[in-house]
Each structure stands twice: as C-alpha cells, then as structure tokens.
C-alpha cells in the first residue's frame, strides 16, 4: 500500500526545505533493513507500506 503523509514542525513551518532520510522495514525477510531513501517534498512524505511488517522512517 502506498500512502502519503503530510508532515508540520517548526522546520516545515519555518519553510526550511525538503527532508532526507532513509525507509527501513522489518518482516520476515528484513529485521530493520535499510530498503529505500526517504524524502519529504513540500511537506509530503510518500512511503510503500507493505502488509504483514513494521516500516520505520528516519528523517533528518
């Protein structure tokens, strides 16, 4: 499942500009394996959001 988020803070507000970071998923295949660059356009993260495992998203 693909899903977007829109995200606020003090940088978003302040328009501080676009966040990187990294996508990491655990499941049966994975234990909190890096699998994909995260990036926060215009306030949006986009993120795939597969079944039966845990996404964690680190943004800096």
Known sequence: MRTDYAL??????AGAGDARGAVHRTDDTHALSRVWPARVRDGRLAVALPGRSLTTVVLR
């Open 8 to 13: 606020r803070g003090a940088d978003a507000d």
